[in-house]
């Protein structure tokens, strides 16, 4: 899919969020979906050939504007990461571990839930966290999620069972921020 005149492209202090492009986002994300490190906890295993970083590509630039909202994080000109609702009211996101701890994720996500409560008019964004996954966790509690139920056994993931911590953030307890 081509980038069209009416695609948001949102610039955050560090960051610029934009529609994905797959050819331009190939090697970056092919990068990050592929890194162990990076999909520890992710609902499928690590991408192991070009052509599953492709089809992830294609779905997410096939998404329509009434089923999800996702962005391509682009730092520094360089694509590394994602973040957005590929189905609302999901929430997900992932970032190049060389650039974890630094707060890019928190920073990209603002604007991202900003535009869920007021432009899509989400009541509620829910957040599915394997609950070993202990940054993806603090992240989302330093946003205000709060915990709302735990799950076993709810992901068979490369051959091996995943629980879940399910999050929750409604549109009244959103503050107002800027990114
Ligand atoms: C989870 C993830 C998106 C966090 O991205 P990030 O840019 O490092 O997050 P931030 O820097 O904004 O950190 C948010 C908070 O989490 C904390 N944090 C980050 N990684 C952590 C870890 N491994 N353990 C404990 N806390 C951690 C940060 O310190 C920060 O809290 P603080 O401000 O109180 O210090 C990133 O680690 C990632 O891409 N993980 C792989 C993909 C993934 O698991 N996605 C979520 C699926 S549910």
């Keep these: ?3 069209r005149a ?3 492209v949102i610039h955050t202090r560090r960051l610029v969020l934009r529609r994905v492009r797959p050819e ?3 090697a970056g994300m092919h990068a990050v979906l592929s890194d162990p490190a990076a999909m520890a ?8 050939s070009a052509d599953q970083t492709r089809d992830w590509l294609a ?4 998404t329509q504007p009434r089923e999800g909202d996702d962005f391509i994080i682009e730092y520094q000109g360089r694509t590394v990461g994602k973040a957005g609702f590929f189905r609302f ?4 996101y992932i970032i190049d571990p060389a650039l974890w701890g630094q707060g890019l994720v928190a920073e990209a996500l603002v604007p991202v839930i900003d ?3 007021t432009l899509h008019r989400l009541e509620q964004i829910i957040a599915d966290v394997d609950p070993r996954n202990a940054g993806s966790m603090r992240l989302l509690e330093k946003l205000g999620f709060a915990e709302s139920h735990r799950a076993q056994a709810t992901l068979l993931i490369g051959g091996e069972w995943c629980d879940s911590v399910y ?3 409604s549109r009244e307890s959103w503050p107002a921020r800027t990114a």
Excluded: E, K, Q, V
């Design 41 to 48: 906890y992710w609902a499928t295993p690590p991408h192991d």
């Design 89 to 92: 009211p999901d929430i997900g």
């Design 6 to 8: 009416t695609d948001p």
């Design 1 to 3: 899919m081509s980038s």
């Design 167 to 169: 999050f929750a953030l």
């Design 59 to 62: 779905a997410m630039a096939a």
């Design 115 to 117: 535009r869920a409560f």
């Design 24 to 26: 331009h986002d190939f």
